[in-house]
């Protein structure tokens, strides 16, 4: 393979001769260098100054996929890529005609084509030599494909944390030995007033002008944290210092150093993170005063942390309670507790001030010395500029003599209300014209009367019936007949239905009451509710049913549940998708809660159902029961209705059910009374569909079908799982590439009509359902892109977070399904989507074991213009190397990575930001504090690997 990038140097034939004669061992020349080539780990090719291979030893089958034999007597431009064999043949045309070699011919990199069609890069070393009279080239070959792959992880692992250094909300600075500043990010630069090329080389105490200590002393060297780790070798934490740059303000910085040893163990360099504090300092001194002003309060008052503990008191908290300061601090309100209040009250106070309101009422307490006292409490949070909780205030007002006051005058007043009140029987007071002057609590409650209305109210208001169900007219109830006869009427049983829908059973009394002319004045009528006694002996009856109809039905339940434990074993147990849905079948026929069971798979392409597993039928029946569904499903039948609406669907009492579709039909023929259908889903993706048969007349109630709801749930999670398992331990992967012209589809239609690039970027679920999209846009402004997937319905948000030109970066969110969540749902996990012209280019990786054919079924029926292009088999890369080239992301969790690479992606650690924390934060379905927090803590743990190593941290 010469050419312009060959290059080397010649040999004589006879070099060999010289080796084989120094060697001490009794060689054959020809037999020992034929064996030396056959059994090298490197491939072998030897070609005639017209590109025609003459040699080629065992190992080049293994890197090229050809023979030795399919090699020889061919040229070797059937293993150059098209674009590049003029180029090798005017290359081995010149060094034939002027011996003039333009590169170094040992370990040249090119790519070879693959017996298969695909391209490897190779390492190849080339000498030219002679033999028998003809001039020759021989190539040692070497497969760097894996060594490639490595080096593009790495320097993208390198690029990321570079990335991330630089645009990080923490100044980084790396100090050497000498004292100087040898790397500075731009927020360091920011926080000394200079660029970060202006700091390096600046010592660090030359720097930090006017440096004073947290008190606002003048800091001394010696105490300066950078030399304080270059003195003890230990790491300084969170030190607070203040500075003052030339042209600024006081500047107060929280640092944190480490050291970076050398190989000998010595200090080779100092990691510093520079955070500035100005603020929280301002706060503290803002807090300082605030607590002047409260020490001379006139009401007792408290500050907690966000945990309760009593930060500070003044000195009417100590007159009021009795509790000294240095009693109270580190405490909390708990030592005032009087066991006064119940769980419920303080759970209450406690909700309210940790969502930000403003808590007020009155609180018994006791002091120090166990006396009681009452205080009108208003206990309000403390929040930070970013709306964050930092510590609660309470205020206490004495009301303790206005309560003792207030309830001396209560008793008085209420005594005789009181004895009404608590009467067990309803009381009323029907005057001579028939309307109510009073009524008790009591009796209010048994008639369902408002207090505000009882004027409005008369006892015939409220139908009335008597003990055989019949009516009572208004003249014979007992308050009407104690008024017209003025004789007393004892214990007359009547129900009364009430406004709510309620009927009471009562014991009624009523006796006249004259006034001293003996002039019937008043009739008091009292109501005794007798519901519980009435209604017993009407219940029980029907709770002797009752308790029948539950014992069926538990028998029933244990069944089911007995029949779906074994099939959670199972599930747990099964390795591949044909294992899960056999043990399911085979758990569930065999049980005695249904009598057969099968699972068929939904086929897109024909609205069929392909069955897949089965137990409890032979295929006869089998085939004849899916022939039935499949006939059955364009009838409306269950098993379509379950796959469409995603919910269990039964029909019971086949015998006597006249809209039993044909598949159920086929099942009361062969002796069953119910069927039902459970579609197997998981994240909306439907998997399949379950079918069973019982002969119980009234199987599949509401409680059974929601217990096989949850079933075909955990199995659809089941099938999910095992795909994901499959492709997580494979040794190879399958490559699937897809074509896309749909319109309908919003980057295909915004790429045809703006004649633009677009390419995926990153794709994360965000809240209700939706997904974010991070794409770069090439060959169009952005916000044209963005105003054009707007015009969508399902295109919630799209915006710009770079634009330069005709190039930059957007950020979509959409809940409209798309050919990339199609494959995500199917288990493909995209690699590459590259959107053109109208066109969009979509490469994706699943594992070696999957159906691809149901995929593409699937993802047609949605996106009938998307078409399959090719399947092709690659080699996942080894364990250690994904290892090695991940080592930085290591201490992170999930979430945080997620945060970070979403953050990374939508510009938030640009500068100038391209999105805000709040913004990403809405994104993402998550609050801000939250969001911060994830930065913080990722940033840190990253900075933490980076002070761990210093080949790292110094890039």
């Known amino acids: 393979m010469t050419g312009d990038n060959d290059g080397g140097t010649s040999s004589s034939a006879h070099g060999n001769e010289d080796v084989v004669s120094r060697s001490p061992l009794d060689l054959d020349d020809a037999t020992f260098f034929q064996t030396l080539a056959a059994n090298t780990s490197e491939g072998l090719l030897t070609l005639d100054t017209e590109s025609t291979i003459v040699y080629a030893n065992p190992a080049v089958e293994r890197i090229l996929g050809y023979s030795p034999e399919e090699l020889v007597g061919t040229s070797k431009m059937d293993l150059i890529p098209e674009r590049l064999r003029s180029a090798h043949a005017e290359g081995l045309r010149r060094y034939l005609e002027t011996g003039e070699k333009h590169f170094d011919w040992d370990g040249v990199e090119l790519p070879a084509l693959h017996k298969d069609g695909h391209e490897v890069p190779i390492s190849i070393s080339l000498r030219e030599h002679e ?29 990321t944390v570079q990335q991330l250094l630089e645009t990080s909300p923490i100044g980084i600075t790396v100090i050497d030995s000498k004292g100087e500043i040898v790397r500075a990010n731009t927020y360091a630069g920011v926080l000394y007033d200079r660029s970060p090329d202006e700091l390096r080389g600046e010592s660090y105490e030359s720097i930090d002008q006017k440096v004073v200590s947290v008190a606002e002393e003048p800091l001394s060297p010696e105490d300066h944290p950078i030399t304080r780790v270059f003195v003890t070798g230990e790491p300084v934490y969170d030190t607070v210092i203040g500075i003052k740059p030339t042209a600024g303000k006081r500047t107060w910085l929280s640092v944190s150093a480490a050291p970076i040893r050398g190989p000998d163990g010595s200090i080779d360099r100092v990691i510093t993170a520079l955070e500035d504090v100005t603020e929280r300092k301002q706060r503290e001194q803002r807090l300082r005063a605030f607590r002047e002003a409260l020490d001379h309060a006139g009401h007792s008052i408290y500050l907690t942390d966000t945990d309760g503990t009593i930060e500070y008191v003044n000195a009417a908290f100590e007159e009021q309670t009795g509790y000294a300061v240095e009693e109270a601090l580190g405490e909390t309100p708990q030592i005032l507790n009087s066991g006064e209040h119940d769980n419920p009250f303080y759970a209450d106070l406690w909700e309210t001030i940790l969502s930000g309101e403003t808590w007020t009422g009155e609180v018994i307490n006791q002091r120090k010395s166990g006396e009681t006292y009452t205080v009108n409490q208003t206990v309000a949070p403390i929040t930070t500029a970013d709306g964050d909780i930092e510590r609660f205030i309470a205020v206490n007002v004495d009301v303790t003599e206005q309560k003792e006051r207030e309830r001396t005058i209560t008793r008085q007043r209420n005594t005789l209300q009181q004895l009404l009140e608590t009467s067990p029987s309803g009381i009323m007071v029907v005057d001579a014209d028939g309307e109510i002057t009073r009524i008790n609590g009591r009796g209010r409650e048994i008639l369902d009367i408002h207090e505000e209305r009882i004027d409005e109210y008369t006892p015939e208001d409220r139908p009335t019936y008597d003990e055989e169900g019949q009516p009572v007219p208004a003249d014979e109830h007992p308050f009407a007949v104690a008024l017209e006869t003025g004789t007393v009427v004892e214990d007359r049983i009547l129900k009364v239905e009430r406004p709510d829908g309620e009927s009471r059973w009562l014991s009624v009394s009523a006796a006249p009451v004259f006034d001293e002319d003996g002039t019937l004045d008043r009739v008091i009528t009292t109501a005794e509710d007798i519901t519980a006694l009435e209604e017993s002996k009407r219940t029980l009856a029907q709770q002797r049913d009752t308790l029948e109809h539950q014992r069926n039905t538990l028998e029933r339940l244990h069944k089911i549940i007995t029949s779906l434990n074994s099939i959670h074993h199972a599930i747990v147990r099964a390795s591949t998708r044909d294992e899960l849905e056999q043990q399911v079948c085979d758990s569930l026929g065999s049980s005695e809660a249904y009598a057969e069971a099968w699972i068929g798979e939904y086929v897109v392409a024909d609205e069929t159902v392909r069955p897949s597993a089965w137990a409890g039928l032979t295929e006869e029946t089998l085939s004849d029961e899916v022939a039935a569904v499949n006939e059955a499903d364009s009838r409306d039948g269950i098993t379509k209705k379950a796959l469409q609406s995603g919910d269990v669907q039964a029909v019971q009492n086949l015998s006597n059910n006249s809209m039993a579709t044909m598949a159920s039909g086929y099942a009361h023929r062969r002796g069953y009374n119910a069927a039902a259908a459970v579609p197997l889903t998981y994240r909306g993706t439907v998997y399949g569909v379950l079918r069973l048969h019982s002969d119980r007349a009234f199987a599949f109630d509401e409680n059974e079908r929601h217990l096989l709801g949850e079933l075909g749930e955990r199995i659809g999670h089941a099938i999910y799982a095992t795909k994901n398992r499959q492709l997580l331990h494979a040794e190879t992967r399958v490559e699937l590439e897809f074509r896309c012209t749909d319109s309908d589809v919003p980057v295909i239609d915004v790429t045809e009509h703006l004649d633009c690039r677009l390419s995926l970027k990153k794709t994360t679920p965000a809240s209700e359902g939706a997904f974010v999209y991070y794409i770069d846009v090439e060959g169009a402004p952005p916000e044209h892109v963005c105003d054009r997937l707007e015009t969508f319905s399902g295109v919630d948000l799209a915006r710009p ?17 798309s050919p990339v969540l199609t494959l995500i749902k199917e288990g493909v996990t995209p690699n590459s989507v590259v959107v053109e012209d109208g066109i969009g280019r979509i490469i994706g990786e699943t594992a070696p074991e999957t159906n691809i054919r149901p995929i593409i079924e699937r993802l047609q029926a949605t996106f009938p213009e998307t078409e399959f292009v090719s399947k092709r088999t690659v080699t996942q890369s080894t364990a250690a190397e994904n290892a090695d080239s991940e080592t930085v992301f290591e201490s992170l969790t999930d979430r945080q990575q997620e945060v970070l690479e979403v953050a990374y992606h939508a510009g938030y650690f640009d500068s100038p930001r391209r999105a805000s924390g709040e913004e990403i934060a809405e994104t993402l379905g998550i609050s801000s504090a939250t969001f911060y927090q994830h930065v913080r803590k990722g940033s840190r743990k990253l900075l933490d690997e980076l002070a761990a190593d210093g080949s790292s941290a110094t890039g």
């Open 131 to 159: 033999y028998d009279g003809q001039r020759l080239f021989t190539g040692i070959i070497r497969d760097i494909t894996d060594q490639k792959a490595y080096e593009e992880k790495l320097q993208y692992e390198r690029d």
């Open 801 to 817: 977070l770079q634009a330069t030109g005709d190039t930059g970066r957007i950020e979509c969110r959409a809940t409209s399904s």
